[in-house]
């Protein structure tokens, strides 16, 4: 694994890029099965549940995590695009059959795949409102998940390995 | 604005680092000595003491020495909400990307040690 990131302080877009030892077709595995998504989604003591998996345009993409002082992190989504063994994007703005929805973490994730040598290039960029939506969201008292969000960073700060 | 984002991709580098975010992590919950921070890390004192000024150095935390025990805490006010919001995303996106491409890469060494 080769880690590579671009800090992009001046755009709410956070691009992650790494260079995975392993085939595409491996990658696109433990991605789309829900069996292996949960190992990796987020690191342990926190638990992952997916609540719905439904790998196709407008399909429901839920996972709700648990952590070992009874945090909670409630993610109902919706995928956008599903390109097999090359592309997914989601977004926490719908839920299934692209239902609106207000979330506590407005996002768009674009996940790309590509190989690179005998390896997969592997690029999730993060896309997030621009800096007025989210001061309007903070008014709104979007911060109340923010505090979730920091609890869940404490133990996404755990060393994984 | 030039300096603001000196500072935050300074605070980036800090956390794209997993013990440096593990150390972050710890100290949510309180001030610690430097001991006390370094014992759950298999690191030579030295290269965890290296860890600790880069974190200091962007700003994410500070220390101070009394008598020869060196304390570090967190510094609330190093950013603004809508940059910490921001940082804390890209750190969680980065663990998670790191554990991702352990857990395939594991995968993909199952798979040949079963042809």
């Keep these: ?161 | 604005m030039a300096n603001q984002t000196a500072h935050l991709s300074e605070v980036f580098y800090a956390l794209a680092d997993p013990t440096r975010r593990a150390i972050v992590g710890v100290l949510g919950r309180g001030p610690a000595s430097v001991s006390t921070l370094a014992a759950p890390f298999a690191m030579a004192l030295p290269s965890f003491m290296k860890h600790l000024s880069v974190l200091e150095r962007s700003g994410v935390i500070r220390s101070s020495k009394v008598g020869r025990i060196r304390t570090c805490e967190l510094k609330p006010k190093s950013l603004s909400r809508a940059e910490q919001w921001i940082v804390e995303q890209r750190a969680i996106w980065e663990t998670r990307t790191d554990g991702m491409s352990a857990f395939v890469e594991k995968l993909h060494r199952k798979d040949l040690s079963n042809d």
């Design chain 1, 1 to 161: 694994m080769t880690r590579e990131t671009l800090a992009n302080p001046d755009q709410q877009d956070l691009v992650i890029s790494r260079l995975v030892r392993a085939p595409r077709a491996t990658l696109w595995k433990a991605w789309t099965d829900p069996d292996l998504l949960k190992e990796w989604w987020c690191p342990k003591p926190w638990t992952t549940e997916v609540r719905a998996f439904d790998l196709r345009p407008g399909g429901a993409f839920y996972t709700f995590m648990r952590g070992p002082d009874g945090g909670t992190s409630d993610n109902p989504g919706c995928f956008l695009e599903v390109v097999p063994q090359a592309r997914i994007v989601f977004t926490s703005l719908l839920i299934g059959g692209w239902r609106p929805a207000t979330p506590w973490l407005a996002f768009t994730a674009v996940i790309a795949m590509a190989d690179e040598g005998a390896g997969t290039r592997y690029v999730a960029t993060v896309m997030h409102p621009d800096k007025a939506t989210r001061d309007r969201h903070d008014e709104m008292g979007f911060f109340e998940g923010w505090n979730t969000c920091i609890d869940q960073l404490e133990a996404f700060a755990q060393p994984s390995r």
